[in-house]
C-alpha cells in the first residue's frame, strides 16, 4: 500500500519535473529560433504564397528535433562542443572551414536582428534607428559578460510570449482554414525562383546552424558545472535518464517554436497576403498581420515581439561563435566562467554582437536583410549537418552512444532535404 501511494506521490514530481524541462531550455532553445529572422520569414512566407508553405513546418518538425537532439548527445556524451571534437578528430583545414562558416552566418544574423530591434522600437517610439541598435547591442553583449544567462532568460522569456499574439490573431480573422489545412498535407509546389528561396529560408530559419553549436555545448558545459554529471562516454549508466531528458526537452521546445511560426505565416496569410500585400519591406507592413487583435497597438505588440526574440536570439548567436572560435583554439569557455576566467572566448562574443551592429550602417533593408539572413542559415546548414552526422556515427567519438536507427535516418534525411532545397535555389536562381 504504502508503495502505491509512493508511485502515486511521484508522479505530480515527475510531471513538475517535465514541466520545468519544457519551459526551461526547450523554451528558450524554441524562442530563439523564432527569432527577428524567423519572425520575418515566416511573415514573408505567408503574405507572399498565402498558406502555400505552411507544409514545411510540419515537414521540418520531425527532422529539427531530431537534429537538435543529435547536438545536444554530441556535447552530453562527449563533455565536448561540435567544434571541439571536430578539433580533436578532423584536420585542421575542416575545422577551420566550419567555424568560418558559422562566424560568418552568425555575425550576418546579429546584424540582421540588432537592426530590425532597432526598426521596430523607431517604428513605436520615434527618433533615430542608429540609438536604438548601439542600446540593444550594448546591452547584449554586456549582459552575456557580466550576467548569468540563465538569470538572464529567465526573465527575457515572457517577453516571447507577445508571440502568441500571432495565435490569438487567428481566433478574429477570417482563416480559410480548409484551405489552410489541406495545405498542410497537400502541397501545391512551384518552380520560381521566389518559391524555391522562401522554401530555403524557412528551413534554414528553423534549423539554424548556430542552435547545433548553442545546444551541443551548452551540453558540454552542464557537465563541466555539474558535478553529479559526466561525460557519457565515461558514465554510461547515467545515459537512459539523460537520453530521455534531452528528448523530452527537444520535443516540447520545437514543437511551442513551430507552433508559432505556422501562427504566423496563417496570420499573415488571412490579413497580408488576403489584402493584396505580398512583399514586405518594412517593420509597418509586417505589423499590420497583428491589427485584428491589437488595433492601433499593433506596432507595439509586434515590437515586443521583435524585440524580446532578439534579446534571447542575440546572445545565443553570439554565444554560439565564442563557444566555436573558443573551442577551436583551445581557449577557457563557458558562460558560467568569470570574466577574467575566459576573457578571449567573452572577448569573441563582443567582437561578433560589435561586427553586427557595424553591419547596419549600410542602406540595407532591416526586413530583407532579415530574410536573407535565413537564406544564409539554410546554405551554411548542409556541411555542418553533413560533418555532424559523420561524427556521430564514430564510435571512438560516442563510445556506445552512437547515433543509429530512427534518429540517424532521420539526421541524414534532415541533411538531404536541406541539400536538395539549396541545390533547387541554386538552379532556379540561373
Request: glycine letters at 10%.
Amino acid at each position: 500500500m504504502s508503495g502505491e501511494g509512493g508511485a502515486r506521490a511521484a508522479l505530480p514530481t515527475r510531471l513538475k519535473s517535465r514541466l520545468r524541462e519544457f519551459l526551461g531550455p526547450g523554451l528558450i532553445t524554441g524562442a530563439s529560433d523564432d527569432d527577428p529572422s524567423g519572425i520575418a520569414t515566416y511573415s514573408q512566407a505567408g503574405a507572399q504564397f498565402g498558406y502555400g508553405l505552411g507544409w514545411t513546418l510540419v515537414v521540418t518538425y520531425p527532422f529539427m528535433v531530431a537534429v537538435q537532439m543529435i547536438s545536444a548527445r554530441i556535447g552530453r556524451t562527449t563533455g565536448h562542443g561540435i567544434a571541439g571534437n571536430l578539433r580533436r578528430y578532423y584536420p585542421r583545414w575542416l575545422l577551420n572551414g566550419v567555424v568560418a562558416l558559422l562566424l560568418v552566418a552568425n555575425t550576418i544574423n546579429i546584424g540582421a536582428d540588432l537592426g530590425a530591434m532597432a526598426d521596430a522600437s523607431r517604428l513605436v517610439i520615434g527618433g533615430p534607428s542608429i540609438v536604438y541598435l548601439v542600446i540593444f547591442a550594448a546591452f547584449c553583449a554586456l549582459t552575456q559578460v557580466f550576467m548569468s544567462y540563465r538569470n538572464y532568460v529567465s526573465v527575457l522569456k515572457w517577453l516571447s510570449l507577445s508571440l502568441l499574439a500571432y495565435v490569438f490573431t487567428l481566433l478574429l480573422v477570417h482563416v480559410d482554414w480548409e484551405e489552410a489545412l489541406l495545405r498542410l498535407v497537400i502541397p501545391h509546389p512551384s518552380v520560381s525562383a521566389a518559391y524555391v528561396t522562401t522554401i530555403v529560408a524557412l528551413f534554414g530559419t528553423t534549423i539554424s546552424p548556430y542552435l547545433f553549436f548553442w545546444q551541443a555545448s551548452e551540453e558540454a558545459e552542464d557537465v563541466e558545472e555539474t558535478p553529479e554529471r559526466e561525460a557519457l562516454t565515461e558514465h554510461p549508466e547515467q545515459g537512459e535518464a539523460e537520453l530521455e531528458r534531452i528528448e523530452v526537452d527537444t520535443l516540447g521546445g520545437m514543437a511551442a517554436s513551430n507552433l508559432v511560426a505556422l501562427a504566423i505565416v496563417f496570420a499573415t496569410a488571412a490579413t497580408l497576403h488576403g489584402a493584396g500585400i505580398t512583399d514586405i519591406q518594412t517593420s509597418a507592413q509586417a505589423a499590420e498581420a497583428l491589427r485584428p487583435i491589437a488595433g492601433n497597438q499593433a506596432a507595439i505588440v509586434f515590437a515586443l515581439g521583435i524585440v524580446g526574440t532578439g534579446l534571447l536570439a542575440v546572445p545565443v548567436l553570439a554565444g554560439s561563435a565564442a563557444y566555436a572560435l573558443g573551442e577551436a583554439f583551445g581557449w577557457p569557455v563557458g558562460l558560467a566562467r568569470l570574466p577574467l576566467q575566459a576573457k578571449a572566448f567573452y572577448g569573441a562574443i563582443v567582437a561578433a554582437t560589435a561586427i553586427g551592429m557595424i553591419l547596419n550602417f549600410t542602406p540595407i533593408n532591416p526586413i530583407k536583410a532579415l530574410y536573407w539572413s535565413a537564406v544564409l542559415n539554410g546554405v551554411v546548414a548542409v556541411p555542418v549537418m553533413a560533418i555532424m552526422m559523420l561524427l556521430t556515427s564514430r564510435k571512438e567519438v560516442m563510445g556506445e552512444f552512437t547515433v543509429r536507427g530512427p534518429l540517424r535516418w532521420l539526421g541524414w534525411l534532415a541533411t538531404a532535404l536541406m541539400g536538395g532545397a539549396v541545390l533547387a535555389m541554386a538552379l532556379t536562381a540561373s
